[in-house]
């Protein structure tokens, strides 16, 4: 089968590990036919925006990526925010897709892939969104001018066309839904997903792991991940933490501590000895990690560890928002307050909590629900076969 992946309402960045990347490769990992049409807007290591050079190249998969510049009749301020493209519909019609995942939603060129649907009724069309209230939409011309009179008449002139809509989250759902006043019947939760880690690998994974931080199984290990911002609660993680004095407990901190709580928080971290603060790690060795923890903390915001987390078969402790219940049903908690994570950490360090199997539950969601082999043949399979 021929995939096409539409890259230009989001950032296609080459070698990373964001879903498009994943899906992506597992597409090729499937056998099919892929290529990506992307914008040339990228983002660089400090997560500032550049451009590159219109062209066409082939990624490390060895699957072809076409970049394509803004329309030249436009001023790029104003394109990037319109993303209007030329030549779309002829590269779509070149490939001859037997079915396409545009990325974002967000942009005219959605019309261009509407307009190839519509000529070709028997391709599989998807598109997927992240926005929500928490991430876009925030000011009065964003929310107003762009997205709900521009974009949204967009997605409303292209829904005829479109299979379905896909949602990340829950918090994105709602807002297709209640923003953008896309049906139900129109909609499809897709989350982020992640690789679930086979036994043999989480086995020796986790006691590596734990042999390299002098743990013993007795120990309980948590880890709190990412950039550190006020949002994610780390000081509060790391009061509650101290408060509880369980001789098992230990914390791994992984990330980076901004300016506003670096002081504060580095107190914190050598008053117990019990905690670590260890910086950035790469993808696979926050996996490692992760296999060698219990219990993975993410009491405040969102992040994409969460999944992996999953994948590696903690126990998660996430912030009590819409979408998050989801992912702790039978194998996790909710928390609003510092209040609730000690009572999170009261029931693990009294027993009450069987962290074993609430561990063997969140593998299970892990292979069911985010798997990114699932998710991708969720786009090239039969819809009337698919386990929703």
């Not at 209230?133 to 925030?138: D, G, L, M, P, V």
């Not at 060698?292 to 992040?303: E, I, R, T």
């Not at 360090?349 to 199997?357: I, M, V």
């Given at each position: 089968m021929k995939v096409i992946h539409l890259c230009l309402s989001n950032y296609y960045l080459d070698d990373r590990a964001y879903q498009e990347n994943e899906l992506v490769e597992e597409h090729v990992r499937q056998g099919h036919d892929v290529r990506i049409i992307a914008s040339t807007q990228v983002l660089d290591n400090d997560k500032r925006r550049k451009y590159l050079t219109p062209g066409r190249y082939r990624n490390s998969q060895d699957v072809e990526v076409i970049r394509l510049p803004y329309h030249p009749w436009v001023p790029r301020i104003i394109a990037k925010s319109l993303r209007l493209h030329r030549g779309v519909y002829r590269l779509l019609d070149e490939f001859e897709p037997d079915a396409i995942l545009f990325h974002g939603m967000c942009g005219w060129e959605l019309v261009s892939a509407s307009h190839y649907k519509k000529d070709h009724p028997k391709v599989k069309f998807y598109v997927d969104t992240h926005t929500d209230?928490?991430?876009?939409?925030?000011g009065a011309v964003s929310k107003w001018g762009l997205h709900f009179l521009y974009y949204r008449t967009i997605v409303?002139?292209?829904?005829?066309?479109?299979?379905?809509?896909?949602?990340?989250?829950?918090?994105?759902?709602?807002?297709?839904?209640?923003?953008?006043?896309?049906?139900?019947?129109k909609l499809e939760f897709y989350p982020l997903g992640g690789h679930p880690v086979p036994d043999d690998i989480y086995d020796s994974l986790r006691r590596s792991t734990r042999q390299d931080l002098n743990l013993t199984e007795d120990h309980i290990l948590f880890v709190q991940s990412g950039?550190?911002?006020?949002?994610?609660?780390?000081?509060?993680?790391?009061?509650?933490?101290?408060?509880?004095?369980?001789?098992?407990?230990?914390?791994?901190?992984?990330?980076?501590?901004?300016?506003?709580?670096?002081?504060?928080?580095?107190?914190?971290?050598?008053?117990?000895?019990?905690?670590?603060?260890?910086?950035?790690?790469?993808?696979?060795?926050?996996?490692?990690?992760?296999?060698?923890?219990?219990?993975?903390?993410?009491?405040?915001?969102?992040?994409?560890?969460?999944?992996?987390?999953?994948?590696?078969?903690?126990?998660?402790?996430?912030?009590?928002?819409?979408?998050?219940?989801?992912?702790t049903q039978n194998n996790g908690w909710l928390v609003d307050t510092e209040e609730d994570l000690a009572r999170v950490l009261a029931e693990i360090?009294?027993?009450?909590?069987?962290?074993?199997?609430?561990?063997?539950?969140?593998?299970?969601l892990a292979k069911e629900k985010l798997d990114y082999a699932v998710l991708a043949r969720r786009i090239t399979d039969d819809p009337a076969e698919r386990v929703v």
């Open positions: 209230f928490i991430n876009s939409a925030r409303h002139w292209c829904l005829p066309w479109i299979d379905k809509v896909l949602y990340v989250s829950q918090l994105t759902g709602t807002f297709a839904h209640q923003f953008y006043g896309i049906p139900h019947d950039k550190q911002t006020a949002q994610k609660k780390l000081i509060s993680t790391l009061k509650t933490f101290i408060g509880n004095p369980d001789p098992r407990f230990r914390l791994i901190v992984v990330g980076s501590l901004p300016d506003g709580i670096r002081e504060a928080t580095q107190a914190l971290i050598a008053s117990d000895d019990r905690i670590q603060f260890l910086g950035w790690k790469t993808p696979s060795e926050l996996k490692a990690l992760l296999c060698g923890a219990d219990v993975y903390l993410q009491p405040g915001s969102q992040s994409a560890t969460m999944q992996t987390s999953l994948c590696c078969r903690c126990a998660p402790v996430l912030e009590n928002i819409q979408g998050h219940d989801i992912y360090s009294s027993g009450k909590a069987d962290l074993q199997t609430m561990c063997g539950e969140s593998e299970k």
